[in-house]
């Protein structure tokens, strides 16, 4: 255990070592854009709306494919390989990524860990489901870091430290987007703040896994879903009668459900209580049809604002 510790650890390192010494080092060689695969939806659009048409953005999830179960494919190596930065979320989101790390024979690759300057919450058993098969998904920590608009702000923080180490040449571009990006940020955190202050609920049931505890924890809501860890994961009897309960207690009107899986839970619970169904997008990847219509991380949010306003029974 000790030397597959000590293995690891020489591995972080020395990919800490390729992050800090690239770019200054290798800059892209004259105009050629730099290449950047990003994992998940948020991250891709952060780093587009950092770097626009100054690099190659890949997003590396297919449109539409659930993103806890997604492990990279060989061709999705190779892309990484290939690339000059790897932009992930962290390793209880993709614990793929630490593999890809060990194995990857590129000398040019930085990665860029996005929940390192963020402080992750411990999933709370007492909150949830706390199955040993969701925890080994998950792990113990909640990775939806993103779900909270200020963890958002120091994630394109790290982003642009990233693009501008692999592209020096354009680090004022990539500066100057992020601080038009991040006040985006605030100023939607603000949006939900005042809405959210004033709804005769503050209770948030989801008919989902558990994704929604930062943004819950940012604007003071009680939040209640039906699975913990995996999206897959099925929730226990003991937790449907625990939500039902809460529901009548609470003389809730509205259940949420989440996108790219089958509201099979949701509907039941809705069915039992009486309960309306609105969407809650916890932004982990998009459809095809939405991704081609240019859909962003702020208009998604935007929309997870309007039904929260509309179940939460905000004025
Ligand atoms: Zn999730």
């Known amino acids: 255990m000790r030397s597959l510790r000590y293995a690891l650890a020489i591995v972080l390192i020395s990919s800490a070592m390729v992050f800090l010494s690239c770019g200054t080092k290798n800059p892209p060689e004259g105009n050629k854009k730099i290449t950047v695969v990003t994992t998940l939806f948020p991250l891709y659009d952060f780093t587009r709306s950092i770097a626009g048409n100054k690099a190659d953005i890949i997003l590396i999830l297919p449109p539409g494919v659930e993103a806890h179960a997604f492990e990279p494919k060989p061709a999705d190596i190779m892309k990484i390989d290939k690339a000059d930065l790897l932009i992930y979320t962290g390793k209880y989101m993709e614990p793929w990524a630490q593999d890809i790390l060990k194995s990857t024979t590129s000398n040019k690759l930085a990665v860029v860990d996005t929940s390192l300057s963020i402080k992750l919450a411990r999933l709370n058993p007492a ?36 693009l501008c180490k692999a592209d020096p040449g354009n680090s004022d571009f990539y500066r100057k987007n992020a601080d038009i990006y991040k006040e985006k940020l605030s100023a939607l955190d603000k949006e939900y703040k005042k809405a959210l202050s004033g709804c005769r609920k503050t209770t948030l049931i989801h008919g989902g896994h558990f994704a929604f505890g930062y943004l819950a924890r940012r604007y003071g809501l009680e939040y209640i879903s039906a699975c913990k860890g995996s999206p897959n994961s099925e929730p226990t009897a003991r937790k449907m009668i625990e939500l039902k309960k809460k529901i009548k207690e609470n003389d809730i009107h509205f259940v949420f459900f989440e996108e790219l899986l089958n509201p099979k839970v949701s509907e039941i619970i809705a069915k039992e209580t009486g309960a309306t169904l609105l969407k ?16 962003t991380f702020l208009t998604l949010m935007e929309d997870n604002l309007v039904n929260l306003k509309t179940g939460l029974e905000c004025k």
Not at 127 to 143: I, L
Not at 150 to 160: G, L, Q, S, W
């Open 127 to 162: 909150h949830g489901d706390s199955e040993p098969d969701d925890r080994r998904h998950h792990g113990s920590y909640d990775p939806h870091i993103w779900l909270d608009f200020t963890n958002a702000v120091k994630m394109v923080d790290t982003i642009t430290e990233g």
């Open 280 to 295: 809650l997008n916890g932004a982990h990847n998009v459809m095809k049809d939405e991704f081609q219509k240019g859909v």
